[in-house]
């Protein structure tokens, strides 16, 4: 490594017109070429990959700030995240660019000559470049230098760009402090190298692409190659720390050795994604360059941040007559030098591997018992299911409480679950013939009322019945399409303020006309009970509860639909019928989906799902409902609490 850095040294001897002489660390401005786009917006997001390469400077006061210059196509970008605790912005109107925080510039044109600009604004955003001359009274505003300017949680940000037709080979920057808005005199003046005359300007700093040129026809495989100059700065570089695929001809003749691909799972093999601090940097630092700058070429040991690798340098002086130019560095990882270490610790891994390979054959005997147990409760699965989806029969379980056979009582309830789902689905053609009987019922006795009907105002109530009645039924067939969305669907409908008593009152009318031999008998408010909500989602309710009373009453009793308030502003409707009471063992799930209490002799057995969507109706609007027998167990009541509003009619 250091034989190829002093080639790379021997072929920069005495090239002093590639180096930058005479200049310090704090007379030059490194200009980074980048790629990626640049947005003046005022903050630092865009900047994150290169913010690693600002530079810091500060004064005796309280301000300082960081700096980082980039150059992307034909224009200069440059970044200021400045550290102020009192900013002072420019006062509207006014002329005065210096009695309140600035960014000065002063740049060296491609002719020689020196120009000078200020940065200030009165808010926080846009802002731009006015240029000013040496007396201070002429301010010209300069429009091809823009920026942005954003306050921070400890100062603020300044992005400005300008374009390199307006640049030379010097530039230099400054913030200049105000603190007290009153008095709004500078009180400290920050910069990057100072302003004035040319030969007070920073000398800005660029990768060569001759040096470049020159490292590329010099580059060592597998070593990455720096060239600096005296201030620490990248000039060039080439060449990369990635290790090589076989770092020796041993190594290569054993690549395909199955032993030796079981031992790279087990030793630790050299990788090539580290974390290198070197990666990306404009400036270098290090012993082996300080020695170099002084005369002496010296190696180096480093490990890299993340500990993954050990990187060699070598560093060698770049001569001249007038003395040292600059630094070539030659970096290289140790990755080699680990492939032929692992050489060694592959033998004691050898008897390792036979502990391994006897413990291998046990875990092997144990998951072919294991193997054997799923087979037979995969076996024992697809015995219970037909071919065409029917359970057939119930899953044989096991007795032990292992995992396998835990695992086999859960598919024996899946499968229970989907034999009772199986056996609804098959029922469903006469169950839905339950579901679409009221409204086809009301439909059909509007239409023959309406047929001997001549009175225009009956005719056109008869025709508002049936109209309601197809709509009840659009509605129902959606709903069974649509059951396991119910939920969703509830969520579409649009609440309004309506008139419940007058709605039960309407609708009693109409069981009337729908059940001609049953006897219907209402208990209402005088005055109207107002509820928000859907009129044909409590229609809808109230239609399978009379429904499920009239199937269910005694003859020759009574039907009673009553409403009145209760405490905590609300309604119950309650409608009773005479007859079988419910069972004590589904007080609890008779609410639930597709549960009936329903005998198999009906000749009309229902979904199972009307008391269901009756409680998700309730629920919707916020109420409840329950069932219980009569204190007499003479029938049963269903009870709807809903909430009440207060409207006047």
């Given at each position: ?25 704090a ?11 640049i947005?003046l ?42 550290r ?42 846009w ?5 000013i ?16 300017w ?7 940000t ?52 001759v ?6 026809n010099l ?23 990635k ?5 020796t ?20 093999q ?34 890299t ?86 359970i ?12 396998i ?9 899946v499968l ?114 107002y ?18 009373a ?10 009673q ?22 069972p ?29 969507l ?36």
């Open positions: 490594m250091l034989g190829t850095a002093q080639a790379v040294a021997t072929v920069l001897h005495n090239r002093k017109d590639l180096f930058i002489t005479g200049a310090g660390p007379q030059t401005l490194y200009v980074h070429p980048i790629e990626t786009l947005q917006d005022g903050y630092s997001d865009d900047w994150t990959p290169y913010l690693r390469n600002a530079r810091h400077y500060k004064s005796d006061g309280a301000l300082n700030f960081s700096n980082i210059i980039v150059q992307r196509g034909r224009h200069l970008y440059a970044l200021f995240q400045v102020d605790k009192h900013i002072v912005y420019r006062t509207p109107g006014t002329t005065h660019l210096d009695r309140n925080d600035h960014l000065l510039i002063s740049l060296e044109q491609p002719n020689g000559t020196v120009d000078h600009y200020q940065l200030a604004t009165s808010a926080p955003g802002v731009n470049a006015y240029r001359t040496d007396n201070g009274n002429d301010i010209t505003k300069e429009a091809r230098i823009k920026g942005e954003q306050e921070s949680k400890d100062g603020y300044i992005e400005i760009r300008i374009p390199l037709r307006l640049l030379g080979k010097r530039l230099a920057f400054a913030i200049a402090d105000v603190n007290d808005p009153v008095a709004r005199t500078i009180e400290s003046v920050t910069g990057t190298n100072g302003t004035g005359q040319p030969d007070e300007l920073g000398l800005l700093v660029t990768p060569s692409p040096i470049e040129q020159i490292v590329n580059a060592h495989e597998n070593a990455r190659i720096w060239v600096l100059d005296r201030q620490h700065g990248v000039l060039a570089q080439k060449g990369t720390l290790s090589p695929d076989t770092p001809e041993t190594l290569h003749n054993r690549s395909t050795s199955l032993l030796h691909n079981l031992f790279r799972l087990v030793l630790r050299p990788t090539e994604f580290f974390a290198d601090e070197f990666s990306g940097a404009s400036q270098l630092q290090g012993i082996e360059i300080e020695s170099a700058l002084n005369g002496t070429p010296k190696t180096r040991r480093r490990i941040p993340d500990r993954e690798a050990v990187i060699l340098s070598a560093a060698w002086p770049i001569h001249s007559e007038q003395g040292i130019l600059g630094v070539v560095l030659v970096e290289q990882s140790t990755n080699a030098i680990q492939s032929l270490q692992n050489r060694a610790l592959e033998r004691l891994f050898s008897i390792t591997l036979i502990f391994f390979s006897v413990t291998s054959l046990v875990l092997l005997g144990f998951a072919s018992i294991l193997t054997t147990r799923i087979h037979k409760l995969r076996n024992n699965i697809e015995a219970a299911v037909t071919p065409d989806g029917r057939q029969r119930q899953l044989q379980t096991g007795t032990t409480q292992d995992e056979d835990d695992l086999s009582r859960s598919f024996a309830n229970a679950r989907l034999g009772e789902y199986n056996r609804y689905l098959e029922a469903m053609a006469s169950r839905l013939a339950h579901e679409l009987r009221t409204p086809l019922a009301v439909v059909k006795t509007s239409l023959d009322n309406l047929e001997a009907e001549h009175d225009s105002a009956r005719r056109t109530r008869y025709l508002q019945h049936a109209k309601k009645g197809t709509e009840r039924l659009g509605l129902i067939l959606h709903r069974m399409r649509e059951a396991t969305r119910l939920e969703q669907l509830l969520q579409h409908a649009e609440p309004e303020p309506f008139d419940l008593t007058e709605m039960i009152r309407v609708t009693t009318e109409n069981y009337r006309t729908v059940y001609p031999g049953i006897t219907f008998h209402s208990q209402l408010p005088d005055s109207p009970t509820i928000i909500g859907s009129p044909d989602l409590i229609s809808q309710a109230l239609d399978k509860l009379v429904s499920n009239v199937d269910f009453h005694q003859p020759d009793t009574a039907i639909i009553e409403l009145d308030s209760v405490q905590n502003r609300q309604l119950c409707l309650r409608i009773i019928n005479s007859g079988p009471t419910l004590k063992a589904l007080s609890q799930e008779l609410f639930e989906s597709m549960v009936s209490i329903r005998t198999a002799e009906t000749t009309e057995p229902h979904l199972g799902l009307g008391l269901y009756v409680r998700l109706i309730c629920e919707f609007h916020g109420g409840s409902v329950t069932a219980k027998n009569l204190s007499d167990n003479s029938g049963v009541v269903f009870m709807l609490i809903l909430p009440t509003t207060d409207q006047s009619s």
